[in-house]
């Protein structure tokens, strides 16, 4: 399976079996409202409501229940709808590059029981060290840092879920490392952006 639906997720989620998914790695809206401004730093994007509000507690409910294991993205706002952890993630952005008013690291909670881990991509501005061009997307995430997570959690053939697919950069790295995928996006133009990133991808 290698597919990208566009959909709400949950009615998605409802549908499939339990743990038919052997990863869950996906970046939900933190509800901090970046995509309705129009600006990024010097990006800029339409505007859009989808971060006016995290996800509902029965989208987690139903993303734990169809994966057998978890990553996701932004955890740090979603704790209260999650389990403790051992294994954080932390995506360390800086690397001695001056602090500015974006957070110097992002956080993912995982279900795996491993010591915490620390993944060092400078993310700055025109300093990146993940080398792939934006994309459109107000808040694209290295494809450094998913090949990590992907590489380090889950191994060749298996199925990678992404309910919150934006701009296929997860799907991405699951296809490089050679991971089945199933994505869902709800916006049109990030579906757009993800099957062009992903058609080129498979075109070499």
């Known amino acids: 399976m290698n597919d990208l639906i566009q959909a709400d997720c949950l009615s998605i989620l409802k549908s499939l079996p339990d743990k038919?998914?052997?990863l869950l790695c996906t970046d939900p809206p933190y509800g901090i409202g970046i995509a309705k401004s129009g600006t990024l730093g010097n990006t800029?994007?339409?505007p859009k409501d989808w971060d006016s509000s995290i996800p509902s507690a029965e989208y987690f409910r139903e993303m734990l229940r169809v994966s057998k294991q978890q990553i996701i993205w932004g955890g740090n706002h979603f704790a209260h709808l999650l389990t403790p952890s051992r294994c954080w993630l932390v995506w360390w952005k800086q690397d001695g590059?001056?602090?500015l008013t974006f957070a110097d690291c992002e956080l993912a909670w995982t279900s795996f029981q491993r010591p915490a881990?620390?993944?060092?991509c400078r993310w700055h501005g025109a300093i990146r060290d993940s080398r792939e061009p934006k994309v459109g997307h107000p808040t694209q995430k290295a494809l450094a840092v998913m090949r990590w997570c992907i590489n380090?959690?889950?191994q060749i053939g298996d199925l990678i879920l992404d309910p919150f697919a934006g701009s296929g950069t997860i799907l991405l790295a699951a296809h490089q490392l050679g991971r089945r995928f199933?994505?869902?996006e709800r916006d049109g133009e990030y579906l757009e952006i993800a099957n062009r990133r992903l058609?080129?991808?498979r075109e070499g």
């Open 20 to 22: 038919c998914a052997d």
């Open 44 to 46: 800029r994007f339409k």
């Open 97 to 99: 590059l001056p602090r």
């Open 117 to 120: 881990q620390v993944y060092n």
């Open 152 to 154: 380090e959690f889950s």
């Open 182 to 184: 199933l994505g869902i």
């Open 199 to 201: 058609l080129a991808a």
